[in-house]
């Protein structure tokens, strides 16, 4: 009886050990050492390398302590890994993928990488030549509004990848989630510098098999960005500066620690709102901008319409807006999306968009350079 409960007690320790065994396992494949591939600016994405796959880890931007993705890249001409750690496959080079934002596909045009782009969302919003045409020619599919895709459409293509912006809370994603094809959830928005966001770049490299020309565009724009800051570094008056228009009830800001805080900053300005945190837009209420930015002495704002904004106009749509000094100086600086590829371009060429704003902020700087997106409005 003894050696029948000694071999039952065996049995049990043996049983309760293999799940942690296997979670050894796992742990040490995922410690394995690799190559970190060096990220200089960005605060979200983290990558790095072993003998027969990689792993990339996106950072959860809203919650430092955890983690938003995580996925394990492997080369589709190769033998796939025996052993892999925890994530998400994803099979590369990418050559079949389902791109929601024109963002990314102004970016990946600029890789030499348009023709892995086999359908978009919302393409009534998107101004890109390239991708129009392709649509046209039937090599690009309308996969319908992003907040709910065509999924019969998606699932026709057999997407290798589905490229889309996350969002705090969001809830995931609904259908797509379900076609057994990896989301690679872009937080690029969510970096807390201009060239932050534009290191994302070298991940869309790897991606798409093109890292040597995503490396040389990326190093490209850091020099530029970092020869532009030094200039401006040497202004001796930083006028003040806030951005945007009221939408229904709420003023929406850029906060302190946002790219746009961060390029008025490296343009030589004071951003008004510079004391807020957060990395992304933060409602206020209209009194309280009004308080804060009455004496500002530049305003920009982005619109979408067949025609310039005026100063007449602002006052029609709020009649408050007249009291900023920035309205009363005529001092307001706009840019219409509706001509200007604005979201297509500033994104990952930062150094575009504050060249802009110097030349805006200090006129004796950058002689012979005029401004591309902003421009004074029109009385």
């Not at 200089?40 to 430092?64: E, G, K």
């Amino acid at each position: 009886m003894i050696k029948y409960f000694r071999f039952v007690l065996t049995a049990i320790c043996i049983i309760i050990a293999l799940p942690a065994c296997k979670n050894q396992k796992n742990a040490s494949l995922h410690t394995t050492p690799g190559d970190t591939v060096s990220f200089r600016y960005s605060q979200i994405l983290q990558i790095v390398r072993h003998h027969d796959y990689t792993v990339a880890t996106v950072h959860n931007p809203w919650d430092s302590l955890k983690i938003l993705h995580t996925y394990i890249l492997i080369d589709k001409n190769e033998p796939r890994p025996s052993q892999l750690p925890e994530g998400t496959i994803v099979q590369t080079p990418l050559a079949n993928s389902l791109v929601y934002s024109s963002v990314h596909c102004s970016i990946l045009e600029e890789l030499h990488a348009l023709n892995s782009i086999k359908a978009v969302c919302d393409l009534k919003y998107i101004r890109q030549e390239s991708i129009l045409d392709k649509h046209a020619k039937g090599e690009i599919i309308d996969a319908g509004n992003s907040m709910n895709p065509d999924i019969e459409k998606i699932i026709d293509i057999r997407p290798d990848a589905i490229l889309l912006s996350p969002f705090e809370n969001s809830g995931g994603y609904g259908q797509i989630e379900k076609l057994n094809a990896p989301i690679i959830e872009c937080a690029d928005y969510m970096e807390t510098s201009p060239l932050g966001r534009a290191e994302w770049i070298r991940f869309f490299g790897i991606l798409f098999g093109k890292e040597k020309e995503a490396d040389t565009l990326f190093y490209h724009i850091e020099n530029e960005y970092l020869s532009l800051k030094k200039t401006a570094a040497s202004v001796n008056k930083r006028p003040t500066v806030f951005s945007e228009l009221k939408s229904g009830s709420a003023w929406y800001v850029a906060g302190g620690n946002s790219t746009v805080g961060q390029l008025f900053k490296d343009a030589g300005a004071n951003y008004i709102f510079s004391y807020l945190p957060a990395s992304g837009s933060v409602p206020l209420s209209f009194e309280t901008v009004f308080d804060k930015c009455q004496h500002a002495e530049f305003w920009f704002i982005k619109y979408n319409q067949t025609h310039n904004k005026t100063y007449k106009e602002l006052e029609m749509e709020f009649a408050p807006y007249t009291h900023f000094k920035a309205f009363k100086d005529r001092n307001i600086y706009g840019c219409n999306t509706n001509t200007i590829d604005f979201y297509e371009r500033t994104p990952f060429h930062p150094e575009c968009l504050l060249k802009d704003f110097i030349k805006i902020f200090h006129p004796n700087l950058l002689a012979d350079y005029q401004p591309i997106f902003f421009s004074k409005l029109p009385n």
